[in-house]
Structures are given as structure tokens and as C-alpha cells.
């Protein structure tokens, strides 16, 4: 079985942002940048099926810039077999990279694709559903654990109240959770074997999608400011501080 | 200008954060109708249209929806969309599963996450785990948003008298299938819609530890929250975590206990009115955002905090 994982580029998140004095956008130069952690988490899921015995081959694709190569290798570092950067120096909304992903589908024909519940730069949540939706897959999102069997995978997943399983028919999609696994670090030799994998360098157009947006962005703010308040000295003066001046119990 | 809304149901009962979702949709401006998509769902598409503001509910009673599965239901929303400038639905576990299929399908972007309504068109929504706040607006036919519950004040559940109509359609992909459910049980309040939340971070040291915290927490009618190290640790289940990943809450008390404060659980937190924390390390970040901080070892103080409240 072939398992195609999404990778994304994004800022460390470590990172503490800052917004542009121009209002247009967050200050990304000379940062830390990183593969996001729900995408280690996906690849480190397709891993284990292949370790597994389940996944056959794992082919990792990325949308972004040159520099996603990066990414990329460290992917394959983990145990992805080959990669596929999908260039594209601009900033792309989730639509436009769920339909590139889609394009890299109908090439590729994964039975499974995992990529991570949602990228911590634009917090959308939302490219594993719409790859879903265009490619007309079933989708697991949120995944906590992942279990395929013949052509169906189980996908149980976190959500508000608990936990949910699904049962879904191959091929599917599958977002990860944070409990999913906890992912492992790309040994040296292995980030040296990594260099002679195969990376395949696309563009939108060779993949003949459009990448427009009916979104736009007219100005990203730094979120008001929280002023930090007093130092209690005793629980007594807390709950003094409570009842007496901000009347909350 | 008509906005869709798709109800939040849970046990034949409205979801709390339909409410702020109808409270964004009546700020967009319009009518506002709302769907309740589900299986022997009358009694919850009776209680929809008493929602303040809501002028026609729509009921899709049939098996297909009853596990509310993406496959099933995007469809649904997706036939229905066509009449509407906006269908909204809250940024739960449930309707991050099934809206942005839906914009997929009509060839839109997505605005996740919405915390205010500037125009019928544009919309503030935290980016960066609230790190920076992104004004977007939108040029699509049909605006497909999620909304944050904490951004807006919920409408009355009483009150409005919507006339009700049922929808035929049955959309049954036959892709996926409900398996089982494990849902957490607490007769404490619903963490997002709690007025007070008590969280517990790596500081409570294991599980058991948190009982002091329930204790506390049912003496003040809280929910009981925690953070992602917490949750890593193993201490508490996933449901309870509070964060950029976890639950968004903004109660009228927060009560962080043993907490350091990494952006991604302020991310989750920091909208709250009144920010209490108890850490002994003075130097953890959370008492940046903290009203009232107090340097204690939390096995002493949140006994006494228990007698005194």
C-alpha cells in the first residue's frame, strides 16, 4: 500500500511571532523555521505502517517555497521513501494547496494520505478536509490511532466529548491528533542516506491548477496586549481580591 | 442576504455554541436560518426554532446524518448553500470536520475561526496561536466561516419563533461508517461553557493529584481544564486539554494551577475576564497574563483556597 504524507514549512514553535510595524503580515525573517508538529506526527504514523508491514511506500510532498526542501529531507530522513516539492514562492491559502495536493493524488494513486490536523502559522484546520472533498475520499480527521485492515481503515478520533472511531473505505484520508504517536529523530547515517532520495521538483502550473484565492488578507494586528496584574501574598488575600474587587465568586 | 448556520446537537439537545454561532450570523446582518441535520432530530429543530433572531429552521431528519459523518453531511449543506451569502457553523471538533468540505465543494476558501464580524464580508480571526490577529475578507459567492464561541456573546435560547420546514434530501456516500463513541462523563459544566475553569498543569505531578482540583472545582460549579504537558503526561484525558490545539475558553474566572504558560496554552486561555495563577516558580511566564498571581505551592494552596471559597 502506498501512503502519501503532507508536510508543511512552517515558523518553530518555539517562536514567539512578532507582526510587521507595516501591518502586513508576521516578521518571518531570520526565524527558526520547521516542519510543523502535526506533520512530524504524520509521517512518523506512515512509518510505523510501513514498519508495520501495512504501507508498501511512502512518498512525502510539500507546497511552499525552495526551501521546503528542508523539510522534505527531513522527512525522508525519518523513513520516507521518495519526495515531491510542489514550488511555489507565494503564500497559498488551503484551498489552493488541497487542490495541488489533489493533483499529486491523481499522479500518485496513495491509498492512504496522512497529513497533520492543522498548520500552527495559519491554524485553519482545514486542507485534509477539503483534499477529502475534492478527491472524494472518506476522512478521519483528529486521529488518536490508525488501523488498516484489508480495505478499510479504522480511524478513532478526538473530539470534543471524547473520542469517536469511524470505519472508512480505502482510499481515505487521515489528519493527525497530537496523541497519535510521539515521533522519533532522524538518526545521522540516516539523514546522510537521506541526501541520495529522490526529490521531484513541481510547479502549479506543470500540475495545471490554479492557486486564486477568494480570500484576502488586509491587515494582520499585533492581539491587544494583556497587562499583568498583582502579586497575591496569601490565598486569603485571593480570595479577598475575588469575591470584593473583580466580584467573580 | 441570508445566513445558514448548522446547528450543534447533542442528546436531542442545542449545543451551547450554536448560540454564539447564531450571535455571529445575526451580526453579519440578514436572516438567519439554521440547519439541523441528524436522526430522530424534531424535538432539536422544535428547540432551534425558539433561538433568538432564528426566522426558519430546516430540518434533515434521516439515518445518513444520525453520527454527523463529513461524508454524508457536506453534501447536505452543499445543496442547501446555493440560497445562502454565508453558511456558519462553530469551530468544534464537528464543524472543523465537515465545513471545510464544504468550501471545498463550492470552490471557496474558508475563514476559520471568526472572533468578530467587522462587515457582511470581512473577519478577525487569531493567527500564529493568537500570536497576531488577521483581518480577511472574503469575495465569494457564498462566505463559508467557522466561529470561535468565545468571541461572540451567545444569543437568547428562548425567545424567537422560526417556522420550521423538513428537508428531503438523503446524501448517504456509503465511504464511512460509525463505529463507537467513548465520550467523557462529568456532571460538571461543559469546559467551553463554563464560567469558571479550574486548569491543572504538569505542576499537579500525576492524575490523582487532580482531584483536589475537581474537589475545588464542584465547590465553585467549574469545569476542570489542563494543559497540553498534563495531557502529554498522561495525567488527564484529551477532552480536558486547554490550548492552540485544545479547547478555546474564555470563563469569566480561570484558575491556573501548577501551569507555566507556553503560548499554546495562553493561545487557548488568555480571553478569559479574570486570569488567577498559582505556580511556585515566580518566574513562569503565566503570571505575565495573570490578574492575581500567587507564588504557593499548590498542595497548600488550593486546600485553603477549597475552605475559603
Known amino acids: 500500500m502506498k501512503v502519501l504524507v503532507a508536510v508543511k514549512r512552517v515558523v518553530d514553535y518555539n517562536v514567539k511571532v512578532r507582526v510587521k510595524a507595516d501591518n502586513s503580515g508576521v516578521d518571518l525573517a531570520n526565524v527558526k523555521m520547521s516542519m510543523n508538529p502535526f506533520c512530524e506526527i504524520a509521517v512518523e504514523e506512515a512509518v510505523r505502517l510501513k514498519e508495520k508491514g501495512v504501507a508498501t511506500e511512502i512518498v512525502v510532498v510539500s507546497i511552499g517555497p525552495t526551501t521546503a526542501q528542508e523539510q522534505l529531507r527531513t522527512a525522508l530522513a525519518l523513513g520516507a521513501d521518495r519526495a515531491i516539492l510542489v514550488e511555489s514562492a507565494d503564500e497559498l491559502t488551503s484551498l489552493a494547496v488541497a487542490k495541488l495536493l489533489k493533483a499529486v493524488v491523481d499522479k500518485e494513486q496513495p491509498q492512504l494520505v496522512i497529513l497533520g490536523k492543522q498548520a500552527i502559522d495559519s491554524d485553519n484546520n482545514q486542507t485534509g478536509q477539503m483534499l477529502a472533498a475534492l478527491s472524494g475520499y472518506p476522512q478521519g480527521t483528529f486521529a488518536s490511532k490508525v488501523e488498516v485492515s484489508g480495505d478499510s481503515v479504522n480511524v478513532t478520533r478526538e473530539i470534543d466529548a471524547g473520542a469517536q472511531t469511524v470505519s472508512l473505505k480505502l482510499p481515505a484520508i487521515v489528519t493527525t491528533d497530537l496523541r497519535l504517536n510521539e515521533p522519533r529523530y532522524a538518526s545521522l547515517p540516516n539523514i546522510m542516506k537521506a541526501k541520495k532520495k529522490p526529490l521531484e521538483v513541481l510547479t502549479p502550473d506543470a500540475l495545471g491548477v490554479s492557486t486564486v484565492s477568494t480570500n484576502k488578507t488586509l491587515k494582520v494586528e499585533a492581539p491587544a496586549a494583556r497587562s499583568a496584574g498583582i502579586k497575591v501574598k496569601s490565598v486569603a488575600e485571593l480570595v479577598d481580591k475575588l469575591k470584593n474587587e473583580a466580584k467573580v465568586i | ?122 473577519f478577525k480571526r487569531p493567527i500564529y496561536a493568537g500570536n497576531a490577529i488577521s483581518t480577511v475578507q472574503s469575495s465569494a459567492a457564498v462566505k463559508v466561516i467557522t466561529v470561535r464561541a468565545t468571541g461572540f456573546d451567545a444569543v437568547a435560547a428562548e425567545g424567537g419563533s422560526a417556522s420550521v420546514e423538513a428537508v428531503s434530501a438523503a446524501h448517504d456516500a456509503g465511504k464511512s461508517s460509525f463505529v463507537s463513541e467513548e465520550l467523557a462523563k462529568s456532571d460538571r459544566p461543559e469546559l467551553t461553557a463554563a464560567k469558571i475553569v479550574v486548569s491543572g498543569g504538569r505542576g499537579m505531578q500525576n492524575g490523582d493529584n487532580f482531584k483536589h482540583l475537581y474537589t475545588l472545582a464542584d465547590k465553585l460549579g467549574a469545569a476542570v481544564g489542563a494543559s497540553r504537558a498534563a495531557v502529554d503526561a498522561g495525567f488527564v484525558p484529551n477532552d480536558m486539554q486547554v490550548g492552540q490545539t485544545g479547547k478555546i475558553v474564555a470563563p469569566q474566572l480561570y484558575i491556573a494551577v501548577g501551569i507555566s504558560g507556553a503560548i499554546q496554552h495562553l493561545a487557548g486561555m488568555k480571553d478569559s475576564k479574570v486570569i488567577v495563577a498559582i505556580n511556585k516558580d515566580e518566574e513562569a511566564p503565566i503570571f505575565q497574563v495573570a490578574d492575581y498571581g500567587l507564588v504557593a505551592d499548590l498542595f497548600e494552596a488550593i486546600p485553603e483556597l477549597e475552605k475559603l471559597v
Request: aromatic residues 2%; proline residues 3%.
Open chain 2, 1 to 122: 442576504m441570508t445566513t445558514l448556520v448548522i446547528a450543534e446537537h447533542e442528546n436531542g439537545a442545542i449545543a451551547p455554541a450554536t448560540l454564539n454561532t447564531v450571535a455571529a450570523a445575526t451580526k453579519i446582518g440578514g436572516d438567519v436560518h439554521v440547519l439541523v441535520a441528524g436522526q430522530n432530530v424534531a424535538a432539536v429543530g422544535e428547540a432551534a426554532a425558539k433561538i433568538a433572531g432564528v426566522s426558519k429552521v430546516l430540518v434533515a431528519d434521516n439515518a445518513a446524518y444520525e453520527h454527523q459523518l463529513p461524508e454524508n453531511v457536506a453534501p447536505l449543506v452543499v445543496e442547501l448553500a446555493s440560497a445562502y451569502s454565508h453558511v456558519l457553523a462553530a469551530a468544534t471538533s464537528n464543524g472543523k470536520n465537515i465545513l471545510p468540505r464544504v468550501a471545498a465543494h463550492l470552490d471557496v476558501d474558508q475563514i476559520s475561526e471568526i472572533i468578530s464580524v467587522e462587515s457582511a464580508d470581512t
